[in-house]
Every structure is written in structure tokens, then in C-alpha cells.
Nanobody, 115 residues
Framework: QVQLVESGGGLVQAGGSLRLSCAAS????????LGWYRQAPGKQRELVAS???????TYADSVKGRFTISRDNAKMTVYLQMNTLKPEDTAVYYC?????????WGQGTQVTVSS
């Protein structure tokens, strides 16, 4: 049974930083593409960043240069370092393994950025 558990969300002022973590179990972690998505109130869930099994990364234009996704296969954990946070980054952030269509999701962690 696949389990993804996010942590690290919270309330931060604009310009601040947060680091999200997602610990996985029940999957062959090193073979999975991983991603961070977010969903703001009234909006669709969107891809924030992804990292392949070969450590290739992609980012949404809105977070390029501010967010960094990384993975530690030994710890079966994926991270999202978020710097220079803006109020528009406020959302529930979800970890995904295996792709949006057929992959697994965590329960989400709230990130709130105050202006």
C-alpha cells in the first residue's frame, strides 16, 4: 500500500521560506517520478515542480528561480524548498508519485503566505 506523508507547511510572511517534505512508503521510490502540486481555493490543482527518476526537474513558470525540488532515494523522501514566498503561493500542497493520472497522492499540507 502506497503512502505519502507531507510535512513542513505553515504560516509565513511574504519573502520568507519553507521546506516541504514528503516521505514515501510502499513503492519502489527510486523508479518513480515525483511531483509537488498545489491547489488554491476556487482554483484547479496545478503542477508546481517535478523530478524524474533520473533527477531531471521541471518547474511551473510562476515558481522558477524561487522553488527547488529534490529527492533523497535513500530516505525515500522528496523535498520542495520554497524561497521568496508570495501571497499567491498560498495553497494546499500535495505530493505525488507516479504521475497525476494514475499515481498516488499525499493528504496535503497547507501553506499560507501573509502579505
Amino acid at each position: 500500500q502506497v503512502q505519502l506523508v507531507e510535512s513542513g507547511g505553515g504560516l509565513v510572511q511574504a519573502g520568507g521560506s519553507l521546506r516541504l517534505s514528503c516521505a514515501a512508503s510502499g513503492i519502489i521510490f527510486s523508479r518513480n517520478a515525483l511531483g509537488w502540486y498545489r491547489q488554491a481555493p476556487g482554483k484547479q490543482r496545478e503542477l508546481v515542480a517535478s523530478i524524474t527518476s533520473g533527477f531531471l526537474t521541471t518547474y511551473a513558470d510562476s515558481v522558477k528561480g524561487r522553488f527547488t525540488i529534490s529527492r533523497d532515494n535513500a530516505k525515500m523522501t522528496v523535498y520542495l524548498q520554497m524561497n521568496t514566498l508570495k501571497p499567491e503561493d498560498t495553497a494546499v500542497y500535495y505530493c505525488n508519485a507516479g504521475g497525476a493520472a494514475y499515481g498516488s497522492w499525499g493528504q496535503g499540507t497547507q501553506v499560507t503566505v501573509s502579505s
